[in-house]
Each structure stands twice: as C-alpha cells, then as structure tokens.
C-alpha cells in the first residue's frame, strides 16, 4: 500500500480510498486493525463511524460478509459511499448515514462481527472543526454509549472489535460488564520494540450464562516495524494481500 502521505487517496491493490472529505485520513494503526480483525467467517459485519470505509474494504477482501457501514457525518458517508461503489464489492457494503444509537433501535440485525475505530479524545480541547470534533472526541459518541449499541446489535456468538488509545481501551475493558460483556482478546499495538504500545485492539463477546469468562485473557504485543519504514514479519503478513509495496529489512 503506498501513500504514506495523507494525500487525497489511499492506493491498495484491488481497492483505492479516496479521502479528501474525510476529517480523518487512513492511518497505520486503522490498517493494522482493519488486516488484524478475524472475519473470513462472518456472514454480518457492522462498521460503526466507518469514515473513509477502510475497515469495510479490508473486511470485504477477506469475507463474503454483507457489510454494514455506518457513518454520522454526510461528507465521510458520500465518500465512503463512493470507494465502496467503486470497490470490487460494490453489492456487499452498504452506507448508511445516520447516528448508529438510533440505527440500533430500529435495526433488526444482529452482526456477527462488529469493527470500530471510534471518536478517543476525552479531555483534549475540542476541535473547531465539527467533522474532526465529531471524528476524534467522544464527547459526541461516549464509551458508553458504543457499549450500549454493541450489546444490542452483537449476535449471540458475536465478536466486537475496537480500536482504542490505552487509556480508553482500559476503561472500555472496565466497563464491558455493565453491559453484559467481556474481554475476548486484548491486543496493544506498538510501532517498533524500541517503542511503548499506544494502542490497543480489544475483542469483546457476550457474557455466556454458563460460562462466567473468568479466565485471565493474555495481553498481546503487535509490533508494526522493525524500525520504520521496514515492517515486522508480523506486518508484512498482515498486509501482503493489501499493501502495493512492502518494506521488509
């Protein structure tokens, strides 16, 4: 994948992400997640806050899923819209533009896999921008509110993907039991062994009645470089199917 450079567009093999109109660009860490998340089975998808699309194009590569993807901001949903269009999947990635907490009221759905990367600054001054406020601060979309959605809209054998900071992560963890919730996979992502996880992949399913899921759940390390721009073995075989170039030392 080239294009490091948050440029207008984002060139992957069989898809490009075209991203002028979104507040938020493509990042490495979006990429890693949208590789990482486990999908080849799922029938139903859920991508909540889908911006550019990314999470779906990379779901939809690996799956034969219907794809849901759900975007508050008009302009981030015409151009997710739009790279879905011209995608390879056109028929299986479906945008809808509204506020997923009303979605869900109404949604009849229960997706096998949900994905999000949502709004993670807390305490930071707000953006003046609204589509970078309403991108990058949960006080439009607080933590627990995606619990919420996520518990009414996960399948009984579900799983739910999100992308955190730590920090958020941590609490989201905290917190997933009030909604009947629990931690599946705990994954921090860091950019080189020479770097701290800044990040963190967390999986969460429904509390089974017979299972209290008490096991301790590992905390993983996903290392993207080995220094940049050279990626980690792990990185390259997440993205060998997805990147254009791979950098490899």
């Known amino acids: 994948m080239s294009g490091r450079r948050r440029n207008s567009h984002f060139q992957c093999q069989q898809f490009t992400i075209e991203q002028s109109d979104c507040a938020m660009k493509v990042t490495t860490d ?4 949208g590789a ?10 859920l991508d909540i806050g889908t911006g550019t699309g990314i999470l779906s194009l990379f779901a939809a590569q690996r799956s034969l899923a219907t794809i849901d993807a759900i975007e508050i901001e008009p302009n981030a949903a015409q151009q997710a819209s739009l790279n879905a269009k011209n995608s390879p999947w056109p028929e299986r990635i479906n945008v809808i533009t509204n506020d997923v907490r009303d979605y869900a009221n109404q949604c009849p759905t229960r ?4 994905i999000t990367n949502p709004p ?18 949960n006080a439009h979309f607080p933590l627990q509110d ?3 959605v996520i518990q009414q809209l ?4 579900g799983t739910a ?6 920090e958020e992560a941590n609490s989201c963890i905290s917190r997933a039991a009030n909604f009947g919730l629990t931690l599946k996979r705990h994954v921090l992502i860091r950019t080189s062994k020479q770097h701290s996880p800044h990040v963190a992949m967390i999986a969460l399913e429904h509390q089974q009645i017979d299972n209290q899921n008490n096991a301790e759940v590992p905390t993983e390390i996903f290392t993207v470089y080995t220094q940049h721009p050279y990626l980690s073995d792990e990185s390259a075989a997440l993205f060998r199917d997805y990147y254009t170039k791979i950098k490899k030392a």
């Open 154 to 157: 996960l399948a009984t054998q």
């Open 36 to 45: 990482f998340v486990p999908v080849e089975n799922a029938k139903t998808i």
């Open 30 to 33: 979006a990429s890693v997640f």
């Open 111 to 114: 997706y096998d896999v949900i």
């Open 120 to 137: 993670f600054f807390t305490e930071s001054t707000q953006n003046p921008d609204t589509q970078k406020s309403l991108a990058r601060h």
């Open 146 to 148: 995606l619990l919420g």
């Open 161 to 166: 993907w999100i992308l955190l900071p730590l």
